[in-house]
């Protein structure tokens, strides 16, 4: 079954991510979407011509943003916990052009304690892993989620996703 990940930060004082508020207009405005079957979140896209590094092919710093933005989800929508990234890994197999729909996709590999491994690929329109990468978050105590983000901005909706 294929669901929506709901994004919960749309309400989230000072939202305004560059990779998935859809109210972005610089932004990717993605959307994530949960696979049950397989334990994998993706999402897709089609890029613009403005993420371009060399012509025709997408900004590896951009890559390195879906990646990040879908191992993300793909955390959040097992654990239901805000987590900061503390590595990427990236392995860029072949260009990724621009002239296509592209597939991220998530899938948590390492649990230990408060730490969370999540491989991600970025697949092209035939198929074809173009990107491969590793990517570590940490679920931080409430405090220091707290200090880093403001403290202000944690209302009672959103505590409920911090870690004591």
Known sequence: MIREVEN????????????????NGH??????????N???VFTKITPSGHFQGFPGILHGGIQCALVDEVAFWTMFDKYKK??????IDMEFLSPVG???????SGRITRE??????VDVRIINHAGKVC???SVDYIIPKKEVTMRIMGKERFTPKFTQYLED
């Open 98 to 104: 621009l002239s296509g729909e592209l597939t991220i």
């Open 112 to 117: 230990e304690g408060r730490k969370i491994g």
């Open 131 to 133: 990107t491969k990468s």
């Open 8 to 23: 919960i930060f749309l309400d989230f004082p000072g939202y305004g991510c560059f990779a998935c508020d859809p109210r």
């Open 82 to 87: 805000i987590a900061l990234t503390t590595n």
């Open 27 to 36: 932004g990717l405005r993605l959307k994530f979407f949960a696979d049950d």
């Open 38 to 40: 397989n334990g994998e």
